[in-house]
């Protein structure tokens, strides 16, 4: 994701240039994708210490990689915070194909990993466009408790939108 990120933060040809609509709907973007990985890593546990077991619950109840879909929106953030608005279709399909490649050898890891109960799961919740028809049932009442340790793993989201922020202060 480096290098399409470097031309949003470098580049200022077709900038758009009202700070305040940038600032609004860049802000808004951010949080929608900080938001959704802070929910994916409540349930998920990456990067936590907790035993792994295949996750259902929550946002995975809806898509199998509400993660990748909070980094996608994150970037598209950087797009808008930079002012590169003409990027964001660029940048969508540039994470189509990256996270694409990355699922299908995620997914032949965790099918080895989860055998039938991850086939069901397949079948079940799709890849990457949420079904919205309400939950498949499954809960995790502590979910909440892994608040505040989702919310400092996810702290670095922030540090790393902050240069395309300043390049809007400061551009």
């Given at each position: 994701?480096?290098?399409?990120?470097?031309?949003?933060?470098?580049?200022?040809?077709?900038?758009?240039?009202?700070?305040?609509?940038?600032?609004?709907?860049?802000?808004?973007?951010?949080?929608?994708?900080?938001?959704?990985?802070?929910?994916?890593?409540?349930?998920?546990?990456?990067?936590?210490?907790?035993k792994?077991?295949?996750?259902?619950?929550?946002?995975?109840?809806?898509?199998?990689?509400?993660?990748?879909?909070?980094n996608?929106?994150?970037?598209?953030?950087?797009?808008?915070?930079?002012?590169?608005?003409?990027?964001?279709?660029?940048?969508?399909?540039?994470?189509a194909?990256?996270?694409?490649?990355?699922?299908?050898?995620e997914?032949?890891?965790?099918?080895?990993?989860?055998?039938?109960?991850?086939?069901?799961?397949?079948a079940?919740?799709?890849?990457?466009?949420?079904?919205?028809?309400?939950?498949?049932?499954?809960?995790?009442?502590?979910?909440?408790?892994?608040?505040?340790?989702?919310f400092k793993?996810?702290l670095?989201?922030?540090?790393?939108?902050?240069?395309f922020?300043?390049?809007?202060?400061?551009?």
């Amino acid at each position: 994701m480096v290098p399409p990120l470097l031309l949003a933060l470098f580049c200022t040809w077709g900038q758009f240039d009202n700070k305040t609509v940038l600032f609004l709907m860049g802000g808004c973007v951010f949080c929608a994708g900080w938001f959704l990985r802070i929910c994916s890593q409540m349930h998920l546990h990456y990067r936590l210490p907790q035993k792994k077991i295949l996750t259902r619950t929550g946002p995975y109840q809806y898509t199998r990689n509400p993660f990748y879909i909070g980094n996608t929106v994150i970037i598209l953030a950087a797009c808008i915070f930079s002012g590169l608005l003409w990027l964001i279709p660029i940048m969508v399909i540039y994470c189509a194909i990256v996270y694409s490649l990355v699922v299908r050898y995620e997914e032949s890891h965790l099918r080895n990993k989860y055998g039938a109960p991850y086939e069901e799961y397949l079948a079940q919740v799709p890849r990457w466009f949420p079904r919205m028809e309400g939950g498949r049932g499954e809960d995790s009442p502590g979910a909440l408790r892994y608040f505040w340790p989702a919310f400092k793993t996810e702290l670095h989201n922030v540090v790393l939108i902050l240069p395309f922020i300043a390049k809007q202060i400061f551009y």
